[in-house]
């Protein structure tokens, strides 16, 4: 069983531009979570989709969003980039019972 | 909303006995999760309590307290592989994980 595919694994972009990030789930996992890791504050969540639908949002700004598509595979963009975005975005899936997140090997994003 | 604590360092030596605490508040708690991260990698589940008490997993075990808000989770005959960050994370209802800041573990020879 493939795991969470997270793609790209590396990004280099400058401020003001904008990324896209990709996640593949487990086959059969419905609820994606997108989450950010910075040095000293841990993971903080930033959103879930379940079954295509945002079930729920972290206390992020507007300039991060993301969606879900019928297979599961979910995106996430960052529009309008600061240095502070940088960061390892990591993606986790799971099943309904939602009691165990799987998570990719994440992306590292550096906005220079 | 909720918040989560937990040490943000520890040390130990191999063979030691480690417990890991940590302390939640959070509305519609199901239970709580402890997951490792190694430097470099992607966390992975450890353990999860939704009722009070001790689970143990091998060398890891989990303890809740849903009436303190309290769970720790203890390391024992570390090894020198069990280096990494641990993360407490609480299961709620209707919503994803909601994780602590992490306690990065250090075991020395």
């Known amino acids: 069983k493939a795991g969470v595919t997270q793609t790209p694994r590396y990004l280099i972009k400058t401020r003001g531009q904008q990324v896209t990030l990709s996640c593949s789930p487990i086959?059969?996992?419905?609820?994606v979570s997108w989450y950010q890791q910075t040095p000293g504050q841990g993971l903080q969540f930033l959103f879930e989709?379940?079954?295509?639908?945002?079930?729920n949002k972290g206390n992020f700004p507007g300039r991060f969003s993301g969606r879900q598509f019928s297979n599961s595979r979910s995106e996430m963009n960052v529009s309008t980039l600061e240095l502070g975005d940088s960061a390892l975005y990591l993606c986790a899936s799971s099943t309904d019972s939602n009691t165990e997140a799987f998570f990719g090997q994440g992306t590292r994003l550096t906005v220079v | 909303g909720q918040s989560l604590e937990q040490p943000s360092e520890v040390t130990a030596v191999e063979g030691a006995i480690v417990q890991i605490n940590c302390t939640y508040q959070t509305s519609g708690f199901y239970g709580l999760s402890w997951y490792q991260q190694h430097d470099g990698g992607a966390p992975t589940f450890l353990s999860y309590?939704?009722?009070?008490g001790l689970e143990e997993t091998g060398r890891f075990s989990s303890f809740l307290s849903r009436s303190d808000s309290y769970g720790y989770l203890l390391l024992q005959e570390l090894q020198m592989k069990d280096s990494a960050s641990y993360f407490c994370a609480v299961n709620q209802a209707g919503t994803a994980l909601i994780f602590g800041k992490g306690t990065t573990l250090s075991v020395s020879s």
């Open positions: 989709y379940f079954s295509e639908t945002q079930r």
């Open positions: 309590n939704a009722l009070d």
């Open positions: 086959s059969g996992h419905r609820s």
